[in-house]
DNA sequence: CTGTAACCGAAGTGGAGACTCCGATTGTAG
DNA sequence: CTACAATCGGAGTCTCCACTTCGGTTACAG
């Protein structure tokens, strides 16, 4: 019985916990691809079964990279977490701070109206009380673009981080329910940002 | 075998087919008291068995009264959405046009926030193509409410209904996924209706 | 090339929940 | 009061899904 030692957690960032054998590394990367398309599509509801089909590997195969639908749900999370905190980082680092939270706003909106993942992740971090770090992170990344737009006046000095959260939940929220076309969007996001403004630069 | 006839379907609205049993009646009253305050609280996921137990009744009578668990899901919404509909009619029929609407919109919101149902129906009541009346109902008293704001100078004239239903549904399930504190709710209320209202009167 | 340990995957397990069946119960007509 | 048919209710069925098991397969060291 030469095995009696296991990897306690296949780990949830990304990197394997040491020297994967080659197809094993292989099928784990193809199995994150599929949970990302599955889950983006239909939602965490939607079963292990076909993530695995749509990954081309049995359904053991998942369950041994993932021990529990929860982890792997968390290693996607992670990794879009983390995709939309550079995202936003790079706006906010980026020209102009006016237009750059509106842009981050709008592309948000439209990443959402397509990913479930996209908003289920953004739902946890309107939660003022964050467990994981990388949603910690996109918070804070918000908060400083947020920040930046109030400096530039573009964005009404008494407007708060948590209600800007929670708009921006809203809206995505809104998105998946109706079918969008885009101009509807586009008229949305408008009452929204004129809200945002400060009175005088309205309209 | 005196039983061949059965009544196809024991209707969605509220009243029995024709003369129920008073013990019949009476847990048909209990069932959908139980299921709307089941649903409010969990969602359209919450079990038909948690609905029987709170209702004092056997699983098999709530599928007597209601052949699916949709069925129940649907009488429901019906009530809802009617008691929704008599209230924004009643906001539009009576006093100032101005605050009527944004009074049932702030009073839709906190609504929301404890009531799943509220929300799953609003969702419903945001696509155009509408299947069920009492939800259509709602739509077109909606739409005399924002109407009558816009005459009245309440709200800009170039803005229309679906991006309100939009926003309704947006801030509505924003509501269920962050405990808001009344403070914030009210803020990002006010950011909404700066959104909507004039340029010249916001502020 | 060969042994072996790690890996694969599909059948199997257990539980949850929607829905059904049928003997026990009860309202009600006569 | 009696009979009977409608109603009740909960044990049982069926399906779905997360998760496990284990014999077959494969990468890699020697």
Redo the contacts with the bound molecule.
């Keep these: 019985m030469?095995?009696d030692q296991r990897?306690p957690e296949p780990d949830i960032s990304g990197a394997p916990a040491r020297t994967?054998?080659?197809?094993?590394r292989?099928?784990?990367t193809r199995i994150l691809e599929a949970a990302e398309a599955v889950f983006a599509a239909k939602g965490p509801?939607?079963?292990?079964?076909e993530i695995?089909q749509k990954a081309?590997?049995?359904?053991?195969?998942?369950?041994?990279?993932f021990?529990?639908?929860?982890s792997l749900l968390k290693a996607i999370m992670h990794a879009v977490a983390v995709r939309l905190t550079e995202e936003t980082r790079a706006l906010a680092a980026e020209g102009d701070p006016a237009t750059a939270f509106f842009a981050f706003f709008t592309r948000t909106v439209e990443q959402a109206a397509e990913k479930k993942t996209v908003v289920d992740l953004l739902a946890q971090a309107g939660i003022p009380v964050t467990v994981a770090k990388p949603v910690l992170a996109l918070r804070e990344a918000v908060e400083v673009l947020v920040g930046k737009a109030q400096q530039a006046g573009a964005v009404r000095p008494d407007v708060r981080v948590p209600e800007v959260m929670a708009l921006l939940i809203g809206v995505c929220q809104a998105s998946l329910h109706t079918r969008w076309e885009p101009d509807l969007r586009a008229r949305t996001l408008a009452i929204v940002f004129a809200g945002l403004r400060p009175a005088a630069t309205a309209g």
Tied chains: 1, 2.
Excluded: M, Q, W, Y
């Excluded at 509801?45 to 079964?49: G, K, L, R």
């Design positions: 030469p095995k990897v994967l054998r080659a197809d094993a292989r099928n784990r509801s939607a079963s292990t079964e695995a081309g590997v049995g359904i053991g195969t998942v369950f041994r990279h021990p529990t639908k929860e």
